[in-house]
């Protein structure tokens, strides 16, 4: 019991300079190619139209799809870089910098939120383009506090889920949760020539697609954990985790009062969906 007390009154002491606020909404956003960042289409729009209904948060935490780790980290710098970690686009993207503040204490919190694993506090990172790609458009100002925290590539999905359940006092502290990846996203067999026409998709992405959007609006959460038991088509949808692990984090964060909005529900060059998901109030 005494670990406790001392446990919440360090958590006060850590969230000082964020007040307490409505619940916050959670994002899984699907971030799509890095082009996104610079380029005017309609999944940009979606990201500006979803930011815009959101209270300004105090602090925004990214799961991305593009940090995985062994062992889960934070960046804890003040001043995150702007990581264009990427090749054979145009010089115009690399020249993006997108300069959110960090936060130490944000990063310090979740460090101690988190009892399921040790987490590291690191400077070694930044904010990779599954996060600054999407969140400059949520927050063109750039003028949140960003951090990101990995994935543990070697836990199964399982530990995701129950790792995220973790974060959810800070969705009170008005932190904005943040998943970015894809839910279908298989680079090696994407139609190239169809990238200019969104809602292209091939059946097995469309069956899995539709799948896996029936499992999230029902909260039929377990099946999307055990995505690899249901199918050739979610096989073929997630053939590695990266894309879709940030997916769980935002699910497991839904309370049973939430309801869940899609945008930007397209696929793309057939391997690939940018469908997008908010979780609020109902």
């Avoid at 003040?78 to 054979?88: L, N, Q, S």
């Avoid at 399982?158 to 998943?179: S, T």
């Amino acid at each position: 019991m005494a670990d406790t007390i001392t446990s919440l009154q360090g958590f006060g002491n850590l969230t000082s300079n964020f007040s307490t606020t409505d619940t916050m909404p959670v994002l899984f956003l699907g971030h799509g190619s890095p082009m996104n960042a610079i380029e005017e289409n309609e999944f940009v729009t979606g990201f500006r139209n979803i930011g815009a209904s959101i209270t300004k948060p105090n602090a925004i935490l990214c799961i991305s799809a593009h940090w995985e780790t062994r062992g889960t980290f934070v960046t804890a710098m003040a001043k995150p870089e702007t990581i264009h970690d990427f090749g054979g686009f145009p010089k115009a993207l690399f020249d993006v910098q997108y300069p959110a503040p960090g936060s130490p204490e944000l990063a310090a919190t979740t460090k101690q939120l988190i009892t399921k694993t040790d987490v590291g506090l690191t400077d070694s990172w930044g904010l990779d383009h599954g996060c600054w790609s999407v969140v400059k458009h949520l927050y063109p100002a750039a003028d949140v506090p960003v951090i990101q925290m990995s994935l543990d590539y070697t836990k199964p999905p399982q530990y995701h889920y129950e790792l995220a359940k973790e974060l959810a006092v800070l969705r009170n502290k008005g932190v904005l949760i943040i998943g970015s990846g894809n839910l279908v996203h298989n680079l090696r067999i994407v139609a190239w020539d169809q990238l200019a026409t969104p809602g292209f998709g091939y059946d097995w992405a469309i069956e899995a697609s539709t799948k896996m959007k029936q499992y999230i609006t029902e909260g039929t959460h377990d099946k999307l954990i055990n995505y690899k038991a249901q199918g050739k088509a979610f096989d073929l949808a997630i053939p590695s985790p990266d894309h879709y692990l940030p997916l769980l984090y935002t699910l497991a964060l839904q309370a049973p009062n939430e309801q869940v909005q899609l945008f930007n529900d397209k696929a793309l060059g057939g391997s690939i969906t940018m469908t997008s998901l908010k979780i609020d109030k109902a």
